[in-house]
């Protein structure tokens, strides 16, 4: 399967020509790059949104300069209403983390998939781009902590090492991936990549998970791996250990990885994997002595260290692990086993996210081997999570961002006005059949054998394919629906009363005893649990948490479906709504803001939380709550007019300013001012002025964010807004 390639030693230009690149997409929105020959492209042209996203889009029209906030909001969205798929979503990348790539490449080199050689070619052009000036990987792109404040990343990646600098977790995983894409161990990249690795001590230092990636691969000795026990899951499930109480990322995950490790599965020794094994270690491989490295992980990995319980356990499990009792093990396996099958079955096999997409495919591939349907569908869903950037082909950390992105460009138009210009109504009636095909109509196949959530009324994160049902993301699908059918005269039903009912009884169901909403389920362990968290990279991953965002997005869909159905199931909702809001008070800090786990950072939870409250009657002049949380932001606003927040305020709790104002963090301050009804205009002009001033005459440049349609949607809807805001002041 490996093939040498002759790679260049400069990673800035494209190494495939990328006028052959086509992003395709399903009647759902998935969406998948494809690289076609000269003959087929001649048949299909590149469209502007392949351009935009390969950051080759050229001599699009200059739009007039904008006079006011309105006419640059509606600049905004004459161009970024060519970049909409055919479908109606808005496609873009979730990326950013860096150790994602190995285990597809990993995960794919041992069940015998090849990728094709443009694909190949760009990947390895992208972890060159994005590779550290000692050679090595950090856990995110440089580029993209540099600039944080112009996206988010998700809770996973909030709570881990989030610098730049080289560890052993990245580089590893990343020397590994360009090795098995085709680059020679004599590149002078590959080369610069191992010296940065054996500077760290070698790869005998990664981290648990990659230590699990580098023992399947067979260039590392499952000796040298703490125990993956698949017997948890004969646990009872009333204890708060059972696997089913676990955060749902974490439980995906583990359930396969303890499948393979119980099997000690490897792939077999090829010329390739014996070089590997002389290449990653500062000593002859056959010397190490493995069982010695179980707990060994560098320093500059190290984000949650393990608990003493945790170490204990650890040792326990070592000598279970000698001698574990056949029939037990056997019954623990054939039960993940088919909590496998179920994830694949469950999500048409996309699976929740890559990590446990790839350790699923190895799975059935060790039971079912290639002549399958699962080794046929596994390969053809890779595709969902590689996205081609103009720095190459990424793995990114979903399958997209559709819903999401969708959801609040819809809302932005009508809370503005611009969904009513002629113009835009084609887009807004795509928009809206998008939204009604990605609802989630029933629930799983197997959604309590999985111990799902139920789906049925939900909206995803990204495509119905995928299917996890999400709380802010079934609040905003619900609101933007909402708002479509609601406010504007030329847009369809296209959802009835029931499946919006569906909707809300899905909401209604995740209210957790404190009052607040967590992400994709309810709580279902205590945070003792955080004490058997076993990922030194990681923290907070063992159970759910609840989110002030995912709170307040709660509050804000159910806040505007009772304006339209007040009779449906009306007192559950009034009594939701009033925990929701006591619980979104007591979290409010000394200092006036919100702390928000998916986002970044005080700015975006705050924003989220004062239009929470304006829904329920508390702005500035009313409640010390809105007064507080305006005079916080106001205390952050920067010389300049605007707003900037780094990631570090998600480290220290403490907000942190950015050196530059940022038009998306300027965005949420501003319109959270607004939605609490924050009475000067001084500090909002200002603010609204450096926005404009940011705006190009055509939006043609791509950010390697995780968010990166942000830009778009959100100051659109703030400009938009502030034009309608100051009429107010004004009257």
């Not at 009647?27 to 996203?53: C, F, M, N, R």
């Not at 002629?422 to 111990?451: M, S």
Request: net charge neutral; proline share 5%.
């Amino acid at each position: 399967m490996w093939t040498r390639y002759n790679i260049p030693t400069d990673p800035s230009q494209p190494f495939t020509d990328y006028s052959l690149w086509r992003l395709r997409y399903s009647d759902a929105g998935d969406q998948t790059w494809h690289y076609l020959s000269p003959e087929e492209s001649e048949k299909d042209l590149q469209p502007i949104v392949d351009k935009y996203w390969l950051g080759t889009l050229k001599d699009m029209k200059k739009l007039p300069p904008a006079k006011d906030a309105i006419s640059a909001a509606r600049n905004g969205f004459e161009f970024y209403k060519h970049i909409q798929a055919s479908t109606g979503h808005w496609p873009g990348e979730y990326g950013g983390p860096l150790f994602l790539m190995g285990g597809l490449v990993i995960g794919s080199y041992v069940t015998g998939m090849d990728f094709e050689e443009a694909e190949k070619l760009e990947m390895i052009r992208y972890l060159m781009n994005v590779a550290n000036d000692d050679g090595g990987w950090g856990m995110f792109v440089q580029s993209l902590l540099s600039a944080t404040a112009k996206g988010s990343k998700p809770r996973i990646f909030f709570d881990s090492h989030t610098e730049g600098v080289s560890t052993v977790f990245g580089t590893a995983m990343n020397y590994v991936a360009i090795r098995l894409l085709g680059m020679e161990a004599d590149h002078p990249v590959a080369v610069k990549a191992r010296g940065c690795l054996h500077a760290l001590g070698g790869a005998t230092r990664i981290p648990t998970w990659g230590k699990f990636w580098l023992a399947v691969l067979n260039v590392y000795e499952w000796s040298g791996q703490n125990s993956i026990p698949p017997e948890l899951f004969l646990f009872p499930e009333s204890l708060p250990i059972h696997p089913h109480r676990f955060w749902i990322h974490l439980r995906q995950v583990f359930a396969p990885m303890s499948f393979v490790y119980a099997k000690r599965w490897k792939a077999p020794r090829d010329p390739l994997i014996m070089s590997l094994r002389q290449e990653l270690y500062v000593k002859p491989y056959d010397e190490i002595d493995w069982p010695s490295h179980r707990n060994d992980v560098h320093p500059v990995d190290i984000y949650s260290p393990h608990s003493k319980v945790m170490d204990a356990l650890f040792v326990v499990l070592y000598q279970w692990e000698k001698r574990p009792i056949e029939a037990v093990r056997n019954k623990a396996l054939e039960y993940v086993w088919e909590q496998v099958v179920v994830e694949d079955e469950n999500t048409s096999y996309q699976c929740l996210g890559p990590v446990n997409k790839m350790v699923n495919q190895i799975v059935r591939y060790i039971v079912e081997g290639r002549d399958c349907e699962s080794w046929r569908e596994h390969r053809a869903k890779r595709a969902d999570f590689m996205w081609l950037a103009k720095e190459g082909m990424l793995m990114s950390g979903t399958n997209g961002v559709q819903l999401w992105d969708t959801s609040f460009i819809t809302q932005a138009l009508v809370e503005t006005g611009l969904a009513e210009d002629e113009g835009n109504r084609e887009a807004l009636l795509k928009a809206q059949r998008w939204l009604d095909q990605c609802q989630i109509r029933e629930n799983p196949k197997h959604w309590k054998k999985g111990y799902r959530q139920a789906t049925k009324g939900a909206w995803p994160f990204s495509t119905r394919t995928q299917g996890y049902t999400v709380s802010d993301c079934t609040a905003e699908g619900l609101k933007g629906t909402l708002l479509l059918q609601e406010h504007l005269s030329y847009t369809p039903k296209l959802i009835d009363a029931q499946r919006l009912y569906d909707a809300v009884d899905i909401l209604l169901s995740m209210q957790n005893s404190s009052g607040g909403f967590a992400s994709y389920e309810t709580i279902r362990g205590p945070q003792l649990v955080e004490l058997l968290n076993p990922a030194e990279v990681f923290g907070n991953i063992m159970v759910e948490y609840d989110y002030p965002e995912c709170t307040t997005s709660v509050i804000t869909g159910l806040s505007h479906f009772k304006k339209y159905y007040p009779n449906y199931r009306a007192a559950e909702i009034d009594n939701t709504i009033r925990r929701a809001i006591k619980y979104l008070h007591s979290i409010q800090r000394a200092e006036g803001g919100w702390y928000g786990s998916w986002g970044i950072c005080f700015t975006y939870a705050t924003m989220f939380a004062l239009e929470s409250l304006s829904l329920v009657g508390e702005s500035y002049r009313t409640s010390d709550h809105a007064r507080r949380a305006c005079e916080f932001l106001i205390s952050n606003q920067k010389e300049d007019g605007g707003w900037g927040e780094t990631y570090k305020s998600c480290e220290t709790g403490v907000y942190s300013q950015h050196p530059q104002s940022q038009v998306v963090h300027t965005s949420w301050a501003v319109l959270a001012l607004m939605y609490a009804g924050y009475p000067h205009r001084e500090p909002l002009e200002k603010a609204v002025r450096l926005v404009m001033s940011r705006q190009l005459p055509v939006f043609n440049k791509n950010v390697a964010i995780a968010y990166p349609n942000f830009k778009f949607s959100f100051t659109i809807w703030m400009l938009g807004r502030a034009h309608r805001y100051f009429e107010t002041l004004e009257a």
